[in-house]
């Protein structure tokens, strides 16, 4: 399995905001686990709280390395805030959309909402599950001199071929 | 803006990015050994305190990198004479007298108070 929380980007404006999907599958290894069936309770798969935090830095860091033609390794450093109003269930789609809230040279802060749909629900609209407010780091930039391996670990081809495939270049 | 209001809007500021409650920022508190922050929760604060007071703060403007990285400044892990100079003269806004008996680079931070942090924040607006 792969380490990829995101389907498919369907905005990207750089240095403004960045918008993603990703469908919850019960192809996912990890449903079966949360929840599995306990006792007389039926198994519950439920799309983990922290996986979709991890969607939004994904969706967010492509946004804050795109800003920069993706000459920074960028690293969540922070998550600020995550609120969740609804659990999310296999067959639904996640949507992400992130804005940049501030960017220098040290690091970014993104504000970002998740909704979701409900393709069997009565009503096609999207539904909030949430809002999650990140800060990442601009590793190479940071106070102590440490140095890091000069190729950029962070954009490797699973994001760049991510973005080129979904029809945003894709170049580094 | 006198020095109330400044010093309430930092509190906010304190509150958001670091989380903790209203009562513990008081002006002695410092911002890494009482409030918990780390490297990035500074950066976090510097752009909060733009946003709130409309100023801009340069990278190594509040945490004066360079100079703690100048062999000059530091030597073995302890500031030298000169690297004490040198931080008062780059932050008037903050109080070294514990750093003076103590020249280990890395209680440093401890001068990041909630007083150090209001007295920038008007430096800043000072200067506007």
Redesign the interface.
């Known amino acids: 399995m792969r380490w990829i929380w995101i389907d498919r980007i369907t905005a990207l404006e750089k240095g403004l905001r960045c918008a993603a999907v990703k469908n919850v599958s019960l192809a996912e290894e990890h449903l079966h686990d949360h929840f599995p069936a306990v006792g007389s309770r039926k198994a519950m798969p439920i799309m983990p709280a922290p996986l979709i935090i991890e969607g939004m830095a994904q969706t967010a860091g492509i946004m804050v390395g795109h800003a920069r033609d993706f000459a920074e390794k960028v690293i969540l450093?922070?998550i600020?805030k995550a609120t969740f109003e609804r659990d999310v269930f296999p067959g639904q789609t996640l949507i992400y959309e992130a804005t940049l809230?501030?960017i220098?040279?040290?690091?970014a802060?993104t504000t970002g909402t998740v909704y979701v749909i409900d393709p069997a629900g009565a009503s096609p609209k999207r539904e909030l599950v949430g809002v999650i407010e990140l800060?990442f780091?601009h590793i190479d930039?940071?106070?102590k001199?440490l140095a890091f391996p000069e190729h950029n670990f962070v954009f490797t081809d699973q994001f760049m071929d991510l973005l080129r495939n979904s029809g945003f270049g894709g170049k580094r | 803006m006198n020095r109330d209001e400044i010093q309430a809007k930092v509190k906010d500021v304190l509150v958001d990015a670091l989380g903790v409650d209203d009562d513990e920022v008081v002006p002695t508190a410092a911002l890494g050994a009482d409030l918990g922050a780390e490297s990035i929760d500074y950066l976090d604060i510097s752009f909060r305190l733009e946003k709130a007071f409309g100023i801009k703060i340069e990278q190594g403007e509040m945490i004066p990198e360079a100079a703690l990285q100048n062999p000059e400044f530091v030597k073995d892990g302890k500031i030298s004479d000169a690297g004490m100079a040198e931080l008062k003269r780059l932050m008037p806004y903050a109080d070294f007298s514990a750093l003076e008996e103590d020249r280990n680079v890395t209680r440093v931070v401890d001068v990041f108070t909630v007083d150090a942090m209001v007295k920038f924040v008007e430096m800043k607006l000072e200067k506007k």
């Open positions: 450093a922070k600020t809230d501030r220098d040279a040290a690091g802060a800060m780091s930039q940071n106070m001199g």
